[in-house]
């Protein structure tokens, strides 16, 4: 089974966890990108929406849906999200289309957290995706220095302004053995929004797309 058809499985597992009257946030990504294609055949179960990215928001006003403002909502049901990486605890890295802090926001106020991703995203280390954290611009020479000091590698990523406005910093090279702690560290970095680093908001189930359809793992 090629990427696209176990991410299109994968994106539609996930629709069975949508119930009649739910408000449903949806996140961003290639992944979630399927499941937006799939909702208005479950449109009448929807009671409110809303999203991650500038970009998750128009492709859903384009299938007819109107996404409504966190803080109108919030604590609500369910958010449905890719990720970059997972490790078997359901720790994620996050972030590789930029939209990592409004992620963490939603998937922090939803009741329940799924996690939809393809088998070769799931890992035993995080860190072989580079770990992307959403800065203050002005913060960005400081950020590189204390990255370097943690034997990153901090490297800007280049013409990309996040919906809120910052720049994102992708750091390779780190192998993160203990994902609460490095979250923490960089977190405190001063300039820092959020890293994508999601440990203290983990998944609580994980649907993985392979050759043989779709499994589920829970936290």
């Known amino acids: ?27 961003t990504g290639s992944t979630v990108n399927f499941l937006i294609e799939m909702l208005p055949e479950i449109r009448k179960k ?18 007819g849906f109107t996404v409504s403002n966190l803080n109108e909502v919030g604590e609500y049901d369910i958010y449905i999200d890719g990720a970059d990486e997972s490790n078997n605890k359901l720790q994620l890295i ?15 106020a939803a009741h329940k957290f799924i996690c939809i991703i393809d088998d070769t995203k799931l890992v035993e280390t995080l860190g072989n995706f580079p770990l992307p954290i959403e800065i203050l611009p002005m913060a960005k020479g400081i950020i590189s220095r204390y990255i370097l000091k943690m034997n990153g590698q901090p490297v800007w990523r280049e013409g990309f302004i996040t919906d809120n406005g910052n720049h994102i910093v992708d750091i390779h090279g780190l192998q993160i053995s203990n994902p609460l702690e490095m979250e923490a560290s960089i977190n405190s970095i001063p300039g820092v929004v959020t890293v994508g680093i999601f440990a203290n908001q983990a998944a609580d189930i994980l649907l993985v797309g392979d050759d043989n359809g779709v499994k589920e793992i829970r936290n």
């Open 94 to 108: 996050k972030g590789g289309g930029g939209a990592l802090t409004r992620e963490k926001i939603l998937a922090c």
């Open 46 to 63: 929807i009671n409110r929406i809303v999203s991650s990215s500038k970009a998750s928001t128009s492709l859903l006003e384009m299938h």
């Open 1 to 27: 089974m090629d990427a696209s058809n176990k991410k299109r499985s994968t994106a539609k597992a996930a629709m069975e966890f949508i119930k009649p009257g739910m408000t449903v946030g949806i996140g």
